[in-house]
């Protein structure tokens, strides 16, 4: 070195443990790469597939149908003046967008091994683009919802401008718990079949097909605060009240779901953060 | 002295092998030893053993040096290159980098195959730690050094594997930081692009960027490398200016002529095709690592596929000489336009070496699979070389005298007015 031997150069230091150090900081650096990995994945999406576009409305308008018949036809369940299917849907679309985010986030590491173990970049990178796919399927479904809402001459009310705040929610809910699965994923390989059970379990206790307010009328005030420690019943209550299906918004309630999720973030960025040194080594 | 611009200090990486032969473990294994240690009340032995891939290696690299790590398989080369880009971390000692480090470990590494030559340079770009701007800045660069502009918006799996190569290395080749650490990127692609590469990585060199390049073409190595680190068995065997470095590489390997089949650790365990076995077979059918100028001899390759159906592969052999100058590649669908596919779980390939082209001397293959795609599934540089001996009893055929590298019989006829036939 010369002349500009002087010249302020970044010096980069590899120890064992020492990656903490600059994580953040290379975070927001591959910042390009984060979009450019959502970017790839909603494209290939929509290539590789002609229903692409077709399946993301056809699944949720599939799901609805029979939701809608079986509640409202045969269990009879009350809407509370509001047309059933919209009732269905405030409450299956937040589900939907929660589950295919958490899905995605999962499988997010093992698919992309080969990235993995060939450049250097901050992993939690790919689980957190992954949910942009599930975003933009959420919304063409939200798309969906308005023209529902249109057939049936549905005004919203002006609290609907809410709504990105519960959908953050969704994916502050989906991101906690799409990381510890991500990171066992990798570890675990026969841990992918557990996740749809989850999905499918935490289908029944989120209030998808029914209302929150039916706990508390059944089984008590105390009942509900438990079962708002479920993230998704924050989600599904808060979307319910912006487009006026609910009424009130329980605020202890969405405060516990907050509060669980914030925490599940919180783990699975911890437990990310541990086990992501090895991932290179057992991917 | 200046200040080195990459300082390895003591350097180690630990990988801890367990004695068992599931190559993931599985979550029900987890839980089912845990509920037998709570049943037992006691650990059920457990073997694990430490392999140190790295130990105790230090080294320095001054700027603007081209540097060759070499050494044998396993001898620690891509973990030193995995830690050096920080895709997985040393177990003891540091490393100083007095730079930008863009590595290349791999061509095309994030590639698309559904994706067009344009989207797939910007996801590329992306992916070796481009900013958006630097690959706009960079595009028409690229293509040009591509030779692509026509095919841009073409999916790449449209692309002829030569295409393919070109576009990635394209990509690669014009990422700027201040270091640039490369591994076997020259062992794909055409001579003629090699050739490009070569010039391209000097040129990198040129502008006072350093270079770390690993390599098994001895060729390639000393035309681009200045200095040169040995390594064995995970350690710092030799180092300094690349000619020295070289000559010790080779005798090594010299002295290693003797045996004539080698498994590969591991092939039976990877999430995709690998080889797990080479072995050298004289036309008798007796494992051999010499044989005589003219004497057929077979390559039999053990091939393992861990998926339940079959999968398009295809399997070549690249036959260099002992300065590591590539003399050919065969691939196994040479002679046919089907797909050759691997069946489910181990089998064997062999190449009948017949005629066996090869004059006196040494020679060491390398082995390499890809996809349908071409994209790399496995490549393997086996230990086993292999000695051509000169026929003893023909005073001149095939001698060494003769100039040219390879033997080759073809058919000739001699014509003229007074030509006695026999």
């Known amino acids: 070195m010369s002349s500009d031997g002087q010249r302020h150069v970044e010096e980069l ?56 018949v079986i509640f409202s036809r045969v269990a009879g369940l009350p809407s509370g003046g509001v047309p059933y299917p919209i009732l269905v849907l405030g409450g299956m679309l937040p589900w939907q967008f929660f589950a295919s985010a958490l899905s995605e986030a999962s499988n997010s590491l093992v698919a992309n091994a080969n990235l993995i173990t060939k450049v250097y970049f901050p992993r939690i990178i790919l689980p ?108 599904i209550d808060g979307f319910r009240w912006c487009i006026g299906v609910e009424q009130d918004l329980h605020l202890q309630a969405l405060v516990l779901s907050v509060a669980t999720s914030l925490a599940l973030l919180w783990l699975g960025v ?8 090895d991932f290179a080594d057992v991917i | 002295m200046a200040q080195p611009i990459i300082s390895v200090e003591r350097l180690g990486k630990r990988y801890r092998l367990r004695h068992q032969a599931v190559p993931y473990a599985t979550l029900r294994e987890s839980l089912a030893a845990t509920a037998r240690r709570w049943v037992a009340g006691h650990a059920p032995p457990q073997t694990t053993e430490d392999f140190w891939a790295l130990k105790d290696v230090s080294f320095a690299v001054q700027q603007g040096e081209v540097t060759g790590v070499i050494g044998r398989n396993g001898a620690g080369k891509s973990t030193l290159l995995k830690i050096l880009s920080r895709i997985t971390e040393p177990t003891t000692g540091r490393i100083r980098l007095g730079g930008r480090v863009a590595s290349l470990l791999e061509v095309g590494t994030g590639f698309h195959p559904e994706l067009t030559g344009r989207e797939n340079i910007f996801l590329n770009g992306a992916i070796l730690g481009m900013t958006k701007a630097e690959i706009r800045k960079k595009f028409d660069e690229i293509v040009a050094f591509a ?80 200095h040169g680190v040995l390594l064995s068995h995970g350690a710092v065997a030799a180092c300094g200016d690349i000619a020295s470095i070289v000559d010790t590489y080779l005798e090594g390997c010299q002295q290693d002529a003797g045996r004539a089949s080698q498994s590969f650790a591991g ?33 039999v ?35 046919s336009r089907e797909l050759s596919m691997l069946p489910p779980g181990p089998s064997m390939a062999t190449c009948l070496f017949d005629p066996n082209p090869l004059m006196p001397g040494t020679y060491t293959f390398q082995l390499g699979m890809v996809d349908r795609q071409w994209t790399r599934q496995d490549v393997v540089v086996p230990e086993v070389a292999l000695r051509v001996d000169q026929v003893p009893y023909v005073a001149d055929h095939m001698s060494s005298r003769r100039p040219g590298r390879l033997f080759v019989k073809l058919n000739w006829s001699l014509s003229g007015p007074s030509v006695v036939r026999a």
């Not at chain 2, 841009?152 to 070109?166: A, E, F, N, Q, W």
């Not at chain 2, 393992?304 to 100058?325: K, Q």
């Open chain 1, 270 to 277: 911890r437990f990310f953060r541990g086990t992501e040194r």
């Open chain 2, 267 to 299: 092939g039976e365990s990877r999430p995709h095709p690998a080889f797990s076995r080479f072995e050298i077979v004289n036309a008798a059918g007796e494992a051999r690592s010499t044989v005589l100028t003219g004497e057929p001899f077979s390559v």
């Open chain 1, 13 to 68: 230091v590899i120890e064992a443990g020492r990656s903490d150090a600059h994580y953040w900081r290379d975070l927001w650096r591959y910042r390009d790469l984060f979009m450019f990995l959502a970017w790839r994945d909603l494209l290939v999406r929509f290539k590789q597939t002609v229903f692409g576009v077709l399946w993301a409305v056809l699944r949720p308008l599939i799901t609805m149908t029979i939701f809608v």
């Open chain 2, 147 to 226: 030779e692509v502009d026509q095919f841009l918006d073409t999916p790449v799996k449209h692309y002829s594997s030569g295409m393919y190569v070109r576009l990635a290395f394209a990509v690669a080749a014009h990422l700027e930081p201040e270091i640039l650490i490369v591994d076997e990127v020259l062992a794909v692609g055409d001579a003629e692009f090699q050739q490009k590469c070569i010039r391209k990585m000097k040129d990198v060199a040129g502008h006072g960027r350093t270079v770390l390049f690993v390599s098994h073409n001895m060729m390639a190595i000393r035309r681009l490398c200045t």
């Open chain 1, 128 to 235: 957190a683009s992954s949910l942009i796919v599930a975003l933009v399927d959420f919304t063409i479904t939200l798309c969906m919802m308005a023209m529902v809402m249109a057939w049936y001459g549905y005004l919203p009310p002006a609290r609907i401008v809410l709504l990105p705040l519960f959908v953050a929610l969704a994916l502050v809910a989906a991101l906690g718990p799409g990381l510890i699965a991500t990171a066992l994923n990798v570890k675990y390989r026969d841990f992918r079949f557990v996740i749809p059970f989850i999905i499918q379990f935490g289908l029944y206790v989120s209030p998808v097909g029914f209302k929150s307010s039916v706990i508390e009328d059944r089984l008590g005030p105390a009942a509900r605060l438990v079962y708002s420690l479920n993230p998704m019943v924050g989600v």
């Open chain 2, 301 to 335: 390759l053990g091939v393992h596929n861990p998926f339940d159906t079959p999968v398009a592969a295809t399997i070549g052999i690249e036959v260099l000489d002992g300065e590591g100058v590539s003399l050919f590649t065969t691939h196994n669908d040479d002679a």
